[in-house]
């Protein structure tokens, strides 16, 4: 197969890069990730990985780079090593999440302040916005939510990995990944309708109406099921020749 | 080496093949292959069909099952701790309900253990990483489920065993299919974001082997979304739960009855002793073992842990001599070979296509088919592309889905994908994907029925570490189903478990010594060690010089 098994992939004389994990300096080959550089220096990550992927969020990292005063920050198992960068891991941000019954709440901004009113407080200086590893405006959907405007909140939210960057950020301490959580499901349970056929589906099942034809389907011989299915017709697809 | 919007100038004269083919190709639909045709092109190419890359299992319950080598690598295994070192008079942790894996199958678990009236105090829940680094939240393309009117259960029903080759277990097919519908309705209740059309209807598209558009999405997060969402409520009803704190092998009685856990603390290498009324096993799959030299689309976590500390225990696996290998996988850029590209641009329209922008074939087939077709181009024809590295790939015409679907539809569907390329610099709103299979989905697992029992007394299955919901071959979007669906029943089955089972029981190591005694016997060589819970990437530039210090204890 053409890929080999490990992650790091060394040619013979791969170029390399000067960077600073923590503080210690390592010669790591060019092009790889923040991550797969980490493993290449020889940590052996227990903290600050989870997908591998940039849907997870564990892998928050902040770096400097040479000649630059400006603090950056990133998502290690995306983001490609640069020579001279000074970077450390950032993978835990402690911030408490209120426990409340999403079937008690309003879709509405006082629902939000009530357990996160340090939203309130909000300074639009937009340093969130700036360290978001998804480029997400951050600090837009604060305000939004803080208006009530939940459905602007929840899309433009919607790609957060809940890396909590925008928390360690924040001169308002706001924990605005866990805001936007609530935003999502508020929206999503109260604004976003249920489709019709969707109920009537269910009650279908509960009232058994399926029963008959599942005893049939699991019952009878290969033969005849496999018939079934390559005869089975393809509805709102367009579909070429084959088993049709 | 000079890159134009990411892509060598090598490869850039491909692309304008690309280009060039792409409004000719605009409405061609290419023939699916037939089943006879499948059958051949599975035969020659896919890594499953391949003596190669598989042996027989040698010991235990499934001694002779064929599975790949990676994968009797870890069931021939030996423990990773000395069960005499293991104090068991010591019990770090009395429940009722002990959860492995705090995925979605687990974390359904855990909520349906709850709402089934178990107190949350007597549940808790265990997890390798963070709660929430798994598979689950890595689920781009959707989740299967029967609610439109011109679509029904049984309809789902021929479409999951045909695309398992007939060999799912039909009880577990029927549950999958028939609780599809009740999960969507869940997670609207719980305030999940699903898609939907200005009308108030799902957008529901088509995965390859479905007959029907029936995957529910959320963008392409769709996992995310469900994940965060369960993990919210699952905070949100007070549930414990231990990160970092892998189980690493079941404890059991005198009649072999799971009756808890050992945990190893990975930060301070400490174990703790959980005793528990009942265990659900919900460790996800094993994309980090890299079956056949394969990269992989799975999370740091996915090394088949659950099944071989089931295994020891005595429960029956099945259906792990079929791997899933997912089609598109990106072959390119270097960073990010491996993860995947969703199979969703292929059902919101993206051709798939060799180097001279021709289509190679439908592209919607089942997922084994179609890439063993990739894999044949890749491996015996002179049209595939290769990569400064050396890795050849096919072409997916992801600009295609724009004029097909209107500018605007790539970052609307598959912000997450257009965020993952665009960090290297290459614009799929532009410029197609490049792609080669990459190691998805452990299809077969630890055997279970329909309320999630195992084959051995204490142990509850749920999630992809289980075998028997899809055969030998699982389709898009019933995975994020099969953990909703199970990981409910795993709850809800140990909710019983738990009240039937007040009088506390005996915790000993025997499935582990007798696993030892049973390995002695067939002296293999070299020693293996498992669960391996995290995979090994340092470089061996640092392995070779590491060492291992004395540490004084006392
Ligand atoms: C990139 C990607 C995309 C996918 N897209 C789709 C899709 O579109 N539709 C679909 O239906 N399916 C999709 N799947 C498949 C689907 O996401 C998974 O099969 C499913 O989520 C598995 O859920 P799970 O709960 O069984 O396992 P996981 O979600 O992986 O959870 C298992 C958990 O157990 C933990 N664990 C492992 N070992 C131990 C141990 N020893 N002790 C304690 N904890 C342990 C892991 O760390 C993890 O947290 C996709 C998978 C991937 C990887
Ligand atoms: S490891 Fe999950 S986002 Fe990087």
Not at chain 1, 96 to 122: G, M, T, W
Not at chain 1, 127 to 153: F, W
Not at chain 2, 437 to 453: E, K, R
Request: glycine share 8%; aromatic share 8%; with cysteine.
């Amino acid at each position: 197969m053409s890929k080999t098994k490990s992650e790091t992939k060394q040619s013979a004389e791969p170029e390399k890069v000067r960077i600073y994990i923590m503080g210690s300096r390592y010669d790591v080959p060019t092009g790889l990730t923040i991550m797969k550089a980490m493993e290449y220096a020889g940590f052996k990550i227990t903290r600050g990985a989870g997908c591998r992927a940039g849907f997870c969020g564990a892998c928050s990292t902040v770096y400097r780079k040479a000649g630059d005063f400006r603090i950056y920050a990133a998502l290690a198992c995306q983001t490609p090593v640069e020579d001279g960068m000074v970077l450390t891991q950032l993978p835990f941000v402690p911030a408490p999440k209120p426990k409340y019954k999403i079937d008690d709440l309003r879709p509405s901004a006082n629902s939000i302040l009530r357990y996160y009113p340090e939203v309130a407080r909000c300074l639009s200086c937009n340093a969130c916005t700036r360290v978001c590893p998804q480029e997400i405006n951050v600090m837009n959907y604060i305000q939004d939510c803080l208006h009530g405007k939940l459905a602007k909140a929840a899309e433009e939210s919607f790609d957060c990995v809940q890396c909590g960057l925008c928390t360690i950020r924040c001169p308002a301490e706001i924990p605005q990944y866990h805001v936007a959580m609530l935003a999502r499901r508020l929206h999503g349970k109260y604004n976003i309708p249920t489709p019709k056929y969707l109920e009537i589906r269910v009650k279908e099942l509960e009232d058994g109406k399926y029963e008959e034809g599942f005893q049939e389907l699991m019952t009878i011989d290969k033969k005849k099921l496999k018939e079934r299915y390559t005869t089975r017709d393809f509805m709102d697809q367009k579909k070429g020749g084959g088993d049709e | 080496m000079k890159l134009i919007g990411g892509y060598t100038e090598e490869m850039r004269r491909s692309i304008d093949n690309v280009n060039k083919t792409r409004n000719k190709r605009r409405d061609q639909i290419i023939a699916d292959l037939t089943m006879e045709d499948r059958k051949i092109v599975l035969d020659q190419f896919h890594p499953d069909y391949n003596p190669k890359y598989k042996r027989n299992i040698s010991w235990g319950p499934n001694k002779g099952d064929n599975v790949p080598n990676e994968v009797a690598d870890v069931l021939e295994s030996y423990p990773i701790i000395n069960p005499n070192d293991i104090d068991l008079n010591q019990i770090d942790y009395d429940v009722g309900v002990l959860i492995i894996g705090a995925g979605g199958a687990g974390t359904n678990a855990v909520l349906w253990a709850k709402y089934s009236d178990v107190p949350k105090k007597d549940i808790l829940l265990v997890t390798k990483l963070r709660f929430g680094d798994c598979n689950s939240v890595m689920a781009q393309g959707g989740i299967q489920a029967a609610d439109r009117l011109e679509d029904n259960p049984y309809i789902h029903y021929l479409d999951a065993i045909g695309g398992g080759h007939f060999e799912n277990k039909p009880e577990l097919v029927k549950a999958l299919v028939g609780d599809a519908p009740k999960v969507i309705k869940w997670h609207k209740e719980l305030g999940v974001n699903y898609d939907c059309d200005d009308d108030g209807n799902f957008v529901e598209v088509p995965g390859g082997g479905t007959s029907r558009n029936r995957m529910h999405c959320a963008k392409d997060y769709t996992g995310m979304e469900i994940f965060r969402t369960l993990k919210d409520e699952a905070i949100n009803q007070g549930i414990p739960y231990l990160e970092f704190s892998p189980a690493i092998e079941l404890l059991t009685d005198d009649s072999g009855r799971v009756t808890g856990a050992i945990l190893y603390n990975i930060e301070t290498k400490r174990y703790f002793v959980v005793r528990a009324r009942v265990v659900v096993m919900a460790t996800g799959g094993f994309g980090r073992l890299h079956v056949g030299g394969f990269a992989t689309t799975n999370h740091y976590g996915a090394t088949m842990d659950g099944v071989v500390m089931a295994y020891r225990a005595g429960a029956k696996l099945r259906d792990l001599d079929s791997t899933q290998f997912h089609p598109t996988g990106a072959a390119y850029p270097e960073q990010i070979v491996g993860l995947l590209v969703t199979e969703k641009v292929r059902s919101l329209g993206g051709q798939v296509l060799g180097k001279d922008g021709i289509q190679i074939c439908y592209p919607l087939e089942p997922r084994d088919v179609e890439a063993a077709s990739l894999i044949k181009i890749c491996t015996t024809t002179h049209n595939y592309i290769e990569t400064p590295t050396g890795m050849r790939g096919i072409w997916l015409d992801s600009p295609l889905i724009e004029e097909l679907k209107g500018k605007g539809t790539i970052q609307q569907n598959l912000s997450a994908m257009y965020r993952m390329f665009k960090r290297f610099d290459i614009d799929i709103t532009m410029d197609p994907i490049l792609v080669y299979p990459t190691l998805h989905y452990q299809n077969g697992g630890v055997d279970l029925d329909s309320n999630c029992y195992s084959s051995i007394k204490g142990l509850l299955i749920a999630g992809e570490v289980s075998g028997g919901v899809h055969g030998k071959n699982r389709l898009m979007g019933n995975s994020l189903l099969e953990i909703n669906v199970f990981g409910r029943r795993a709850g809800i089955t140990a909710a019983k478990e738990y009240r039937k089972n007040s009088i506390p029981r005996k915790l000993t190591l025997n499935h582990v010594h007798n696993t030892m005694k049973a390995l002695d016997a067939l002296n293999l060589k070299p020693k293996k060690y498992a669960p391996i819970i995290l995979p090994e990437y340092r470089s061996e530039v640092v392995k070779d010089r590491l060492i291992q210090l004395y540490e004084q204890l006392s």
